[in-house]
C-alpha cells in the first residue's frame, strides 16, 4: 500500500510539476527542457533517484522512483524521461565502470548523458557502427534520443557489442524527426573520441537485460500519460458546450472517459499497492499499461474536437508521447515472446 511517506513524496512531485513544467510545456516541446528546467529538477534529486547517496544521488527505492516517473509523465513525459535514461539506462550500464566522477555528474544535472540504444529496439533497418583505430573510437550512432547528450553510452567495436562510455568527441549529426517527446533531442550522433571507456565485451547482453528490466518503469511513465490526458480531456468536457449542453452530459463522452479513469485506478492500484510483483506480472502491467497510454490519447484528441491537434491545448504531446514510448520501448516480438515463455513456463512462441 501507499503509505504516507509516498503520499507525501507523491505530492511533491506534483506541487514541483505544475509549478516548473505545466506553464511552460509548450516551450519544453518546442525548445527542450532547457538548462533551467534541468537544474531544477537535479535540485530535487529526481536526476539521480535510483543513483546511491554516495555517489550524489538519492538513493530512493523502486515504488518511490515510480511515483517520481508517473507523476514528471502527468505533466512532462520527456521529463519522465529524461529520469529514466539517467536512473534506469546510463548509471546500470556504467556502475562498475569506476567513473564516480561522471556518475555524480550525471545525478547532480551537470553532465548531460544518454544510451544510444537502437541495437536493443525493434524497427531499425540498421545501427550506427563505431570502430576503434589507433587509439580513437570513432563512426556514428543512429537515432539517438537525447542527443544533446555530452556523454554516451553506446555499442561498438570489431564485434559491434563491446559497450563503451564515451567521454568526449560527440557532436550531433543528423536530426531525425521526433514523433515524440521533444522536449528531449533525437538525431545521429557522430563520434571521435580519444577519451572513452571499455564497459566490457558483452555489451550488447547486458543493454538488453537493461531494456529487459524496464517493465516498471515504462508502466509508470506510461500511467501518467494516461492521467495527464485523460485530466485535459475531463476539464475540457466540464467547459465545452454544444447544443446547449456540456460535452461531459452526453452518454457516450461521459461513460468513455469514466471507463478510461477505472482502468487507470485499476493499473495504479496494481503498480503501487503490490510489493511483490513476479516477472510475468510485470510484463502483463506494461503491456495493458501502454495499450491504455494509447486509448486514453487518442480519446483525449477525440474530446477536444480539432482543438485536441493545436499545441497550445497540451493534449496532442500526450498522444504522440504514448505512441513514441510504445515504439522505443515496447519491443513487440521479444516482449510477446518474453511474456509467452512466462505463461508456458519454458520455451515458446519460436516457430
Known amino acids: ?47 539521480g533517484a535510483k543513483i546511491p ?23 512532462s513525459p520527456s521529463a519522465a524521461l529524461k529520469v529514466l535514461i539517467n536512473n534506469s539506462l546510463f548509471y546500470p550500464l556504467v556502475s562498475e565502470s569506476g567513473d564516480t566522477g561522471t556518475i555524480e555528474g550525471v545525478a547532480g ?3 548531460n548523458a544518454t544510451v544510444a540504444m537502437e541495437e536493443v529496439q525493434e524497427g531499425y533497418l540498421e545501427s550506427g557502427k563505431l570502430s576503434v583505430s589507433g587509439g580513437r573510437l570513432t563512426g556514428t550512432k543512429i537515432g539517438v534520443i537525447n542527443s544533446d ?28 524527426p521526433s514523433l515524440g517527446f521533444r522536449g528531449l533531442t533525437l538525431s545521429q550522433l557522430v563520434v571521435d573520441s580519444d577519451d572513452y571507456i571499455s564497459l566490457g565485451s558483452e555489451g550488447l547482453d547486458r543493454m538488453t537485460k537493461v531494456m529487459d528490466s524496464l517493465d516498471l518503469e515504462i508502466s509508470a511513465i506510461a500511467i501518467g500519460i494516461s492521467e495527464g ?7 475540457y468536457t466540464k467547459v465545452r458546450s454544444t447544443f446547449e449542453h456540456l460535452l461531459k452530459d452526453y452518454e457516450p463522452v461521459a461513460f468513455s472517459l469514466a ?20 516477472a510475468k506480472e510485470r510484463l502483463e502491467l506494461k503491456f495493458l499499461s501502454v495499450d491504455l497510454a494509447k ?10 474536437g480539432g482543438y485536441g491537434y493545436l499545441q497550445d491545448f497540451g493534449v496532442e504531446k500526450f498522444y504522440r508521447d504514448a505512441m513514441a514510448l510504445s515504439s522505443l520501448f515496447f519491443r513487440r516480438e521479444r516482449d510477446n515472446r518474453r511474456l509467452a515463455e512466462e505463461v508456458f513456463q519454458g520455451k515458446a512462441g519460436f516457430i
Do not use: P
Not at 57 to 70: A, H, P, R, V
Not at 229 to 235: G, H
Not at 263 to 274: K, P
Not at 295 to 304: N, P
Open 53 to 75: 547517496a554516495d555517489l550524489g544521488g538519492s538513493g530512493i527505492d523502486e515504488k518511490g522512483y515510480l511515483i517520481i516517473l508517473e507523476n514528471l509523465a502527468r505533466v
Open 259 to 278: 471507463h478510461l479513469n477505472s482502468e487507470i485506478e485499476g493499473l495504479r492500484s496494481f503498480l503501487f499497492d503490490r510489493d511483490d510483483l513476479n
Open 1 to 47: 500500500m501507499i503509505n504516507e511517506e509516498y503520499r507525501i513524496l507523491g505530492d511533491t512531485v506534483k506541487e514541483f510539476s505544475e509549478k516548473n513544467l505545466e506553464g511552460s510545456s509548450l516551450k519544453i516541446e518546442r525548445g527542450g527542457l532547457g538548462d533551467d528546467i534541468i537544474t531544477k529538477m537535479a535540485a530535487q534529486g529526481f536526476l
Open 229 to 235: 490526458s485523460l485530466n485535459k480531456a475531463i476539464e
Open 109 to 111: 544535472g551537470k553532465v
Open 295 to 304: 486509448r486514453c490519447t487518442k480519446q483525449a484528441l477525440q474530446s477536444h
Open 149 to 176: 547528450a555530452t556523454v554516451v553510452v553506446a555499442l561498438g567495436g570489431e564485434s559491434g557489442k563491446e559497450l563503451f562510455l564515451i567521454k568526449n568527441g560527440i557532436s550531433k549529426g543528423r536530426s531525425n
